[in-house]
């Protein structure tokens, strides 16, 4: 499975060390180009998820528990795992990228419907929401 993975300077270390256990583990992290999932990782996580977000079809979320980061596939279809360098560590990091990694998207109707929702909220701009 190739793995999009970046980072600004808050994420960087953490970013390497988890391109290096991605790589034992046979996935393949890569800057650019076509992918199946994606980390981000900055200092807190939010600038990271806020960024993400604006990609075309990405469901990004800011994520510090295993829960969170089964529950957000299984449920939302989330599809970049968005990290705080400077509040976890690389053991927790590596935790939840495994978590997210091994997570599969439920195909329950109600979660197909929640992203047909989301899908169309992205067509309108922000006065129509808030």
Known sequence: MKIGIASD????????????????????????????????????GVGASIAANKVDGARAALVHDNFAAHQGVEDDDMNILCLGGRIIGIEKANELVLTFLNAKFSNAERHLRRLRKISHAENYTSEYYF
């Open 9 to 44: 300077h808050g994420g960087f270390e953490i970013k390497q060390q988890l391109k290096q256990i991605l790589s034992k583990l046979n996935y393949k992290a890569v800057a650019k180009g076509e992918v199946q999932r994606g980390i981000a990782v900055c200092g807190s």
